[in-house]
């Protein structure tokens, strides 16, 4: 059976076309003026048939109730005041506070060392032997001829002090005791710094050298860190330089192991690297209980560069803009009929972070806003609240 709408369209256009009873190809105007003239009537009879219709079918939908219009479906929300905050992502690394490097004070080929990269040490706990042949072998040498004086410097004493013997020859044997004395203490310090010790507790980051390579004074033998005390270095674009203090609270996101920390900008840097216009930030950190934070782990920080207090903000992909660039979202509202319809909002917009965007004008607190299923209406139309 036809629907009443559809019958009406029907009967309308068949009147509008029996009463239009074109001319036949003879009687149309031979001129361009008649042509454009007879355009120009049809269009206005067009014109007021389209006005009928849309009110016949005003007039059905509220008459026939026989037939329910399913209503387009819009999740709703009431607009509040909250804080915005505006966050700037930069890149950082994770590295340790405390970072030494354990040296040799001698030249000398490595013959043992006595730690893996990853152990725990401790401070003072030696890690590495540098030969020590020679210097033992002087050190036994020294020791016969120190012991020899002595017993040389005992006999001179005694007769010194019997005045037998002249001074001469009591202050040569008490000079040589002393000097091989003094001798025999560097070899032992020398001895001593064959053995390479930890400068710090920590854990065995980096290994520069093993067991039968060459030691130079000076150079790294191995690198130590301290996993408990951490800092996250930061490259801070230049455009940021003054938005980031020293005191300032960031968030730090760990995307390897899923993990978000706080922490406070305790150092920015006084100068501009010239190669990626970037200025150094750092802020402390502390480990974690599991140990999953370590030294250059790549980090990203979040910086806050700007705030707004108790402002109203909407999702962005609420927000739609007309064609002369004007920007609008869907507000609850409802027609004379009490029926509840979406009413078109011209707002103004500030600042967009994380899909959120501050409305500066155009709304008030307590409005209703229409979210999803809202980009479909048109203004006015009626809808269905989602429950």
Known sequence: MIEWRSLIVLLALSGFIACSNEPSSGEWPEDLAGLKEVQKEKRSELKELEEVLKELEKRIQKLDTSQTRALPTVRLDTLVRFDFNHFVEVQGTVQSRDEVSAT???????????????????????????????LQAQKNEVESQLSLAIDLFKRQKQL?????????????????????????????????????????????????????????PGLPIAVIIDHRRLKVVMEVPENYLGKVNEGDTIILNFPNIDEQRWAIVSLVGSRINPRNRTFTAEALLTADSDGLIRPNMLVTAEINDYSEPQVLQVPINMVQQEIGGDKFVFVKGRRSDGQTVAVKQSITT???????????????????????????????EPFSPLK
């Open 104 to 134: 040799s004070e001698l030249g000398g080929r490595i013959t043992s060392m006595l730690v893996n990269e990853g152990d725990h040490v401790r401070e003072g706990q030696i890690i590495a032997q540098i030969d020590d042949a020679t």
């Open 160 to 216: 010194w002090e019997k005045e037998i013997g002249s001074e001469v020859q009591y202050l040569q044997a008490k000079n040589n005791k002393e000097n091989l004395e003094k001798r025999l203490q560097t070899l032992e310090v020398n001895l001593a710094k064959t053995k390479i010790r930890a400068p710090k507790s920590g854990v065995v980051d980096e290994l520069r050298l093993k067991s039968g390579e060459f030691a130079s």
């Open 350 to 380: 500030g600042r967009v972070y994380r899909g959120q965007v501050v409305v500066k004008e155009g709304l008030e607190e307590g409005q209703i806003l229409l979210l999803e299923g809202a980009r479909n209406l048109r203004d006015g």
